[in-house]
């Protein structure tokens, strides 16, 4: 909406939401909503909102959780400092179906002098598909991080598989893994 303005008067202006000074080396912004089946982002009920902000002064090496308390609930959020990160993108695609199953997908990355287990995803997977999503995870340069993809019947626990492949993490390029099971292929790009 445009207002025509006398000169010489003041424009009234409103401030960011937030963010004016910043002191820290990074800043984790959120705003997570619980869905309630409207047709509107405003009938969703907020969970949280707000942003942290961490520096190498009050960041430690090893994982640390906080616990981000809203109006709705609360988020877990667990964090550390990772020294010569590089980033690791992890795309799944997974084709040849001969049945859904459910599939878990976890990272292990050194962190701090122990491996953290980081989940990626949780679900069940009914045809070929490429995951909806690109997993980013922070690791450090020249070591190892692991994926764990475990793979059962649709609703069963039993007879579980469990199959596990490794990248480096390198400043650039990509590595390809495929993973054949009697479900289906599972192929892996980490970038």
């Known amino acids: 909406m445009l207002q025509s303005v006398m000169r010489g008067s003041l424009i009234e202006m409103t401030g960011p939401k937030r963010g ?10 959120f ?4 869905k309630t089946g409207g047709q509107k982002e405003d009938d969703d009920l907020q ?22 308390n809203g109006n709705c609930g609360a988020v877990d959020i667990t964090l550390a400092q ?7 993108t ?3 695609v997974i ?12 990272s292990f990355v050194f962190i701090g002098g122990s491996h953290k287990e980081i989940e990626l995803f949780c679900g069940i997977i009914g045809e070929s598909c490429g995951l909806t999503r690109r997993h980013v995870i922070a690791i450090q340069e020249d070591t190892w ?7 059962g019947q649709k609703g069963s626990n039993y007879n579980d598989v469990e199959r596990y492949c490794q ?8 590595a390809y893994q495929e993973i054949m099971l009697k479900h289906a292929s599972i192929w892996v790009k980490v970038t």
Do not use: W
């Open 20 to 29: 004016i000074n910043m002191l820290g080396d990074v800043l984790v912004e």
């Open 31 to 34: 705003d997570m909503r619980i």
């Open 47 to 68: 969970l949280i909102d707000g942003v942290v902000e961490y520096s190498k002064a009050n960041a430690p090496f090893r994982p640390f959780t906080e616990r981000i």
């Open 82 to 88: 990772v020294p010569d990160a590089v980033e690791a």
């Open 90 to 92: 992890i795309d799944v």
């Open 95 to 106: 084709s040849k179906m001969q049945s859904g199953f459910d599939l878990s997908l976890s």
């Open 145 to 151: 991080m692991y994926l764990k993809f475990k793979v």
């Open 167 to 174: 990248f480096k993490a390198n400043i650039h390029g990509c």
